[in-house]
């Protein structure tokens, strides 16, 4: 038996055997994102509305026509939205490229409000008003967020589907900055929580899932990795360890030296 059997991430009554999500953008060529999505393993893929509309930025066209989209799930984001009021247009019209893909009730929309051009952080009061509307219309909404638990916990009783903190600023490769909030976050949702944004290496990788996400989504780790392929991988493997960790409970950590030999029958 596989030891990961039976242990499906499930968002918005849809189940995924894998809990690494990918983005679409930054590789060099569609030939290498083709490898390194396929080599990751990954079930639900997201790329910008924005590139869907302009097919032939970055082969996104060729992306799109190769995947069986029975086995993967693609997830439309509303990236570049600097209001809540291009956010809601946007997830409209990814709405309608899924039907266009011949998607049968894929609701999914993964929510962007950023404002901030240096930071890429995003606007918490555009992200919740976008988001009610957004589920009040019957999306799924997987909503980008800072490392906010009360944020979060709002964000959950509305009815996002799931909330996605940042570890660390978009593309930073940073890691999980904001690990006390995150924390927080984990302890408190009954929802799934997916590490959005930061996360630069396997190692990474797995430490938000030893914590209790259930799910982590990179981009640029692999994109801009000397082997792609080979990065992702790796993302694959860690965050399958850093779940059967989580899964296994970790032995309690002490402040002074245990033997790990039995210590009987040894003369003093």
């Known amino acids: ?47 910008a509305i924005r590139r869907a509309q302009n097919s ?5 066209d060729k992306l799109l026509e190769t995947f069986d989209w029975t086995k993967i799930w693609l997830m439309p984001n509303t990236a570049g939205c600097q209001t809540a009021e291009q956010a809601i247009r946007l997830a409209f019209l990814g709405r309608e490229i899924l039907k266009n893909l011949n998607y ?16 890429l ?3 918490s009061i555009g992200t919740m008003a976008a988001a009610e509307y957004l589920i009040s ?8 967020i800072n490392a906010d ?16 903190p940042l570890g660390s600023p978009i593309g930073s490769n940073k890691g999980l900055k904001n690990l006390y909030n995150i924390n927080i976050i984990v302890e408190g949702a009954n929802i799934p929580v997916i590490i ?25 780790a692999i994109a801009k990795a000397n082997s792609p ?20 409970g970790k032995a309690k950590a002490m402040t002074i030296a245990q033997p790990s030999s039995p210590t009987y029958g040894i003369s003093k």
């Open 137 to 144: 219309k019957g999306f799924a909404v997987l909503p980008y």
């Open 229 to 248: 392929i080979q990065m992702a991988y790796g993302m694959r493997l860690a965050v399958e360890a850093g779940r059967i960790g989580y899964l296994a």
């Open 1 to 47: 038996m596989h030891i990961l059997e039976n242990d499906n991430l499930v968002i918005s009554g849809r189940s995924f055997s894998s809990r690494l999500m990918l983005g679409t953008g930054k590789y060099k060529n569609f030939q290498e994102a083709n490898e390194a999505i396929l080599a990751s393993n990954c079930e639900i893929l997201t790329v």
């Open 104 to 119: 049968e009730n894929n609701n999914f929309i993964k929510l962007e409000v950023i404002p901030d051009p240096k930071y």
């Open 149 to 164: 638990p009360i944020l979060a916990k709002q964000l959950e009783e509305i009815g996002c589907a799931t909330v996605m």
């Open 196 to 220: 959005d944004a930061g996360i630069g290496s396997p190692s990474q990788a797995a430490q938000a899932m030893e914590i209790g996400a259930d799910g982590v989504l990179t981009n640029t």
């Open 121 to 123: 952080l995003p606007d």
């Open 56 to 60: 032939s930025v970055d082969s996104i």
